[in-house]
Nanobody, 119 residues
Framework: EVQLVESGGGLVHPGGSLRLSCAAS????????MSWVRQAPGKGPEWVSG????????YYIESVSGRFTISRDNAKNTLYLQMNSLKPEDTAVYYC????????????WGQGTEVTVSS
């Protein structure tokens, strides 16, 4: 059974930083592209960032490029999202996700971790 467990969310002031983690189990982590998806209050899900199975390629939406960094440790079956220079519009529940059809595939989700950016 695929399990994805996110952690690291919280309340942070604008301009602050957080590091999200996603512990994966139940599948061969190093063979799957992984993504972070967020859902802001009252809005639909938004794909934020993705990383190739071997970590060689990373991808971001424009609004987070240069502020967020996705990474992975295949030896630890863990995905990360370093978020710097956070803005109120980054407030959302953040989910890690993966699937059978490549980088933007989201067949499997975790339970999410909440990030609130507010002064």
């Amino acid at each position: 059974e695929v399990q994805l467990v996110e952690s690291g969310g919280g309340l942070v002031h604008p301009g602050g930083s957080l590091r999200l983690s996603c512990a994966a189990s139940g599948f061969t982590f190093g063979r799957y592209d992984m993504s972070w998806v967020r859902q802001a209050p009252g809005k639909g899900p938004e794909w934020v960032s993705g990383i190739d199975s071997d970590g060689a390629g990373t991808y971001y939406i424009e609004s987070v490029s240069g502020r967020f960094t996705i990474s992975r440790d295949n030896a630890k079956n863990t995905l990360y999202l370093q978020m710097n220079s956070l803005k109120p519009e980054d407030t959302a529940v953040y989910y890690c996700a993966t699937g059978e059809s490549g980088l933007t595939s989201t067949d499997y989700w975790g339970q999410g971790t909440e990030v609130t950016v507010s002064s």
